[in-house]
Each structure stands twice: as C-alpha cells, then as structure tokens.
C-alpha cells in the first residue's frame, strides 16, 4: 500500500516562501507522476504542478507558473513544491498525488493515491 505523507504548510504572511514536501512509501515511487493539488473551501480540488517520472517535463497551472516550482528527489522518495510570491488566493489544503499515468496528468481523476494535505495560509 502507498503513503503518501505532506509537510511544510503553514502560515506566512503576502509574498512569502513556503516549501512543501511529501514524502511516499513504497518501492516503485521513480515510475510515477506525481502532482500537487489544492482545495479551498467550497471549491473543487485544482491542479497546481505535476511532474514526470524521471523530472524530465513539468506542468503548471497559469496561476502558479513563474512563482512554484515543483521538483523531486527519486532516490529520497520525495516530491517538493517550491512557493514564492505566495499571495491569499494561494490560501488551500495542498495535496500530492501519485498518478498512473505516463505523461504529467492535470485532473484529479487520473491520480490514485493521495495525502492528507497540509494548510497553506496566506495572510495580506
């Protein structure tokens, strides 16, 4: 069974710097894409990056793209989500995701386990 473990939210005030991490069980995590999502309350889980197997490609929504950075550590079992300018609209339960897909997947439906989720708060 796979786990998949976040950590790093927390609060910070507007335009500030969080790093996420999450960290999986099991032996087959370098064959893997893996993502990141957020949910804000009363909104549907949304795509934030997702990266390929190998970090080879990447994907982001358009608005993250310049301010997170998604990368991943095969040999640590790891995946991290560097976030910087952070502004409120960034303010969500942040979850990662293990997909079975070859390619970066963008919906939620093509991910098969998931974590808990950490809270990032961002303060004006």
């Known amino acids: 069974q796979v786990q998949l473990v976040e950590s790093g939210g927390g609060l910070v005030q507007a335009g500030g710097s969080l790093r996420l991490s999450c960290a999986s069980s099991g032996r087959t995590f370098s064959s893997y894409t893996m993502g990141w999502f957020r949910q804000a309350p009363e909104k549907e889980r949304e795509f934030v990056a997702g990266?390929?197997?190998?970090?080879?490609?990447?994907l982001y929504a358009d608005s993250v793209k310049g301010r997170f950075t998604i990368s991943r550590d095969n040999s640590q079992k790891k995946v991290y989500l560097q976030m910087n300018s952070l502004n409120p609209e960034d303010t969500a339960v942040y979850y990662c995701?293990?997909?079975?897909?070859?390619?970066?997947?963008?919906?939620?439906?093509?991910?098969?386990?998931w974590g808990q989720g950490t809270q990032v708060t961002v303060s004006s």
């Open positions: 990266i390929s197997w190998n970090g080879g490609s990447a």
């Open positions: 995701g293990r997909a079975a897909t070859v390619g970066v997947a963008t919906t939620p439906e093509r991910y098969t386990y």
